[in-house]
């Protein structure tokens, strides 16, 4: 949004600050408010199961077939992190007004774990410092579902006090010296102990049998990370029992045992996720569900143990605690990360995202509001991956009141739009492959080379050429297949023997392939294998490699070297002669993946290759040029300008897809330094090998994320304008538009798309349809734009 209508925007939501509100009046004025919310929620997906539901003990209906259960039409959420000086002065009823001019339909109130919100009469579950016998919880819980809103009692599970931990050592982590692992003056709790088999469960059967909360989170579940390994007497028991092995010294990811440990821990994460399940369910009724919260990335769900397959085979919902961006992904990660959950969860399942509305990130400060810009940008990248917007406040009252004008217009905007913003499906013909395994079992301790940076390197390429893809899990390739022109494997150096089957499958349906780097070169434990598992299709063989390859390939991605790559045919006479750049091209035609380059023979690389033998038919591109100085300039001239070194690599197999491999770890590069050369490479290996069937083109300029959804009978197209002053540094504090954007739809069957509808501008504009494809140009945009088609 252009800064004077965010402007605008903001001076038209109404004006809040704690003083204006009056506690007596709030109360007289709650039962009178109960019945109008109920009335407003009228617009949800279940209207009728709100109205009736709405102040409620939801668990008195959850056994009722035909309702929707309310993690499943619970759409807006709020937050208020309650620190322990709040309770004696938590102004209940200024919040609730809150509630109501943010369009919030459910709350996350803090319970108990650490300390609890309420008088527990669990031993040992300490009071917060400040609550002074009140009943905090209790109240906040009372005044959400008078105004018909539902409830998370939030737990955190991870750490207690001294007084804890004196009266329980062995429910506590131990480090290798026999030490109780700290985090400031809190001690971590083990996972393997009856911290998480009794006491937990029976705060979480105390808080429901209380209050009658909708359902439970946890802040940190899952324990300890990877990095700690715990040497306390449950632990060592409990994998000798399971394994027949002592816990590993240290980490050593070539040690079985080690490998052995960390799958040992995935499943007691997921066993700890079971049993509180269960306590919730058995106390509160089948509706009354257990989620902790997850990350939005797939390396921080590696560090925690946290297996997302799995728990999204078991989630009903996905409490996604992921407050801000990074410099390096931007915003657009957290489409990605949406998207990559609902392939794991289904569409038909939400994601509700916890959305800092302070000045989360680098730097952090919990009390001072983030540029409303900012915190904006990351809600509409959210739902434009078809996460839900939960706002997210620490501490019940704040100095810088400016903080609680930003979730308004977005909330207000996503309640009026919301039909179009959920239970849909993505239209993509691009599928990036991804699993957890590779992140763990390749990745190691160096995931963020050999995994993410590939993979954001993808994932940019493709947004930059607007080309509307999907996060595909390697175990759903199959189910994926029939929507998908082609899959693309960043660097996948871990692929199961079934996984590989599927790809093969894939291609020779027809399918396409760009694979690079290392992809398939590692067994399902993270062993090297002799040859790549897809050499048939790249046409390409590993040579046989000394026995430190794998080290020396770790060592190479995290270096950058002074290397670049040789296009093929060459298009002058020979590289050591003039270059003047008046030469005719003599030396031949080149492949149109090298379209764009015509006016150069070499490309910046900054990698390093390992030698490759290729099958006879396959088409070699590009050709490695190794390293030579960079310092002093005398010496920067290429001792090797050519080798016969593959870089990139096409093959065809027969009746099936296109194959682009690059040895060349070009996806990486382009991650880490965003040099357009390589974005643009890829971009035209993508559209190659997907055989142009790719659903949408947009021109104009700028960065735009488009996300291409279906529902019955239309089209949702997301364009998220990511062009600005802080695109790659935050924060963003103003929007530039961009525009006129002129857009090409390919219109799936039952979607004529002769009506368009701009959910953000609401501006009228006209559409023509031609040979399957509607065309029509959208002036501007500043921050975001829907257009729904039918
Ligand atoms: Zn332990």
């Known amino acids: 949004m252009h800064a004077t209508s965010l402007q605008k925007f903001i001076h038209n939501s109404e004006l809040i600050h704690p003083e204006m509100t009056d506690n007596d009046q709030n109360n007289k004025n709650s039962r ?30 959850s056994n009722s077939k035909d309702e929707i259960p309310w993690y499943r039409r619970v759409t807006r959420w709020g937050q208020t992190n309650i620190t322990e000086k709040d309770p004696a002065h938590y102004d209940i009823a200024w919040w609730r007004k809150h509630w109501k001019d943010t369009q919030t339909q459910g709350v996350i109130i803090n319970a108990g774990g650490i300390v609890a919100y309420y008088p527990s009469k669990i031993p040992l579950h300490r009071q917060a410092q400040f609550l002074e016998g009140r009943d905090l919880f209790g109240d906040l819980c009372r005044a959400a579902h008078e105004e018909g809103l539902v409830v998370f009692a939030r737990m955190d599970s991870n750490r207690a006090h001294e007084e804890f931990y004196k009266a329980h050592p062995d429910w506590f982590a131990i480090d290798g010296s026999g030490k109780p692992y700290k985090a400031g003056e809190l001690y971590i709790t083990c996972v393997n102990s009856p911290y998480y088999d009794e006491h937990i469960p029976s705060i979480l059967k105390e808080v429901s049998n209380l209050y009658h909360p909708e359902g439970f989170t946890d802040n940190s579940w899952s324990g300890l990370g990877r990095d700690s390994i715990c040497y306390c007497e449950n632990c ?29 821990n995935y499943d007691r994460r997921l066993e700890i996720w079971d049993l509180n399940n269960r306590a919730t369910k058995s106390a509160g009724g089948t509706n009354c569900i257990w989620s902790g919260m997850n990350s939005g990335s797939v390396s921080g769900q590696s560090k925690s143990f946290r297996d997302y397959p799995e ?34 969860l289904g569409w038909e399942k939400l994601i509700p995202e916890s959305m800092a509305m302070y000045q989360a990130g680098k730097p952090t400060f919990r009390l001072a509001s983030k540029p409303v810009a900012e915190a904006r940008m990351w809600m509409i990248e959210g739902m434009a991956g078809g996460i839900q917007p939960w706002w ?38 691009v599928g990036v492959v991804w699993s957890q395994e590779n992140m763990d079992f390749y990745g190691r301790d160096e995931a963020d080379m050999l995994v993410e940076l590939p993979w954001r390197g993808i994932i940019q390429a493709l947004i930059r050429a607007r080309i509307p893809y999907i996060p595909v899990h390697a175990d759903h390739i199959d189910r994926e297949a029939k929507n998908l022109s082609l899959l693309v494997l960043p660097n996948l150096g871990l692929i199961t023997d079934r996984q590989v089957a599927a790809v093969k499958r894939f291609v020779e349906g027809g399918g396409g392939l760009l694979a690079t780097g290392e992809s398939s070169l590692y067994n399902k434990g993270g062993d090297r294998r002799p040859d790549f598992a897809l050499s048939e299709l790249f046409g390409a063989h590993a040579e046989k490699q000394p026995a430190n ?47 764009g380059f015509e006016e150069t023979d070499i490309l910046e690389f900054g990698g390093m290759l390992e030698t490759i033998k290729t099958d006879s038919g396959v088409e070699v591109l590009m050709t490695y040029i190794p390293p030579f100085p960079i310092y002093p300039p005398e010496t920067a001239w290429m001792r090797e300008p050519k080798t016969d070194i593959p870089g990139l690599m096409l093959n065809t197999v027969s009746g099936g897809g296109r194959i682009a491999f690059m040895p060349a770890d070009i996806d ?22 997907a055989k142009d069937q790719i659903p949408l083109s947009v021109a104009c300029a700028g960065l735009l994320d488009c996300n291409l959804y279906q529902q019955p009978g239309r089209l949702v197209l997301h364009l998220v304008n990511l062009t600005s002053a802080g695109t790659w540094r935050q924060p963003v504090d103003e929007y530039i538009p961009i525009g006129p954007a002129k857009v090409r739809v390919k219109l799936p069957e039952g979607v004529p798309g002769k009506k368009l509808q701009l959910l953000v501008s609401g501006q009228k504009i006209s559409a023509s349809v031609e040979k399957g494809w509607v065309h029509f140009t959208i002036d501007s945009i500043s921050d975001h734009e829907v257009v729904v088609l039918t």
């Open 311 to 344: 728990i999204c085979r078991r989630a009903e919902i996905i409490m996604l605690d992921s407050q801000a961006r990074s410099d390096s992904d931007g915003f657009q990660q957290n489409s990605a990360t949406g998207k990559l959950i609902h392939g794991l």
């Open 392 to 429: 997210h406040y620490v501490g019940a009252s704040h100095e810088d009141r400016r903080i609680y004008h930003t979730a308004g217009p977005v909330f207000q905007w996503h309640k009026t739009n919301e039909e179009f913003l959920i239970n849909r499906t993505p239209v993509a013909t």
């Open 32 to 61: 009178r408010s109960f019945l109008k919310n109920a009335a407003a929620a009228s617009f949800t997906i279940a209207s009728a199961d709100a109205i009736a539901f709405a102040g409620e003990n939801p668990a008195d209906k």
């Open 668 to 689: 990486r590069q382009f991650g880490r330094y965003n040099l357009p050369d390589h974005g643009n490479l890829l971009a035209n290996l993508i559209r190659w090998a």
């Open 236 to 264: 060592k028991r409990k994998f000798r029992e399971k394994t027949g092995k002592e816990i590993p010294q240290g980490k050593n990811w070539d040690d079985p045992a080690y490998r052995q440990w960390i799958r040992w």
């Open 549 to 595: 390859a794998g080290k020396t390939a770790r060592k190479w991605a995290a270096e950058a070297s002074h290397t670049y790559l040789r296009l093929t045919p060459e298009l002058r006479k020979n590289v050591d002669g003039p270059q003047t750049g008046l030469e005719p091209n003599i030396s031949g035609i080149r492949h149109n993946v090298l379209k």
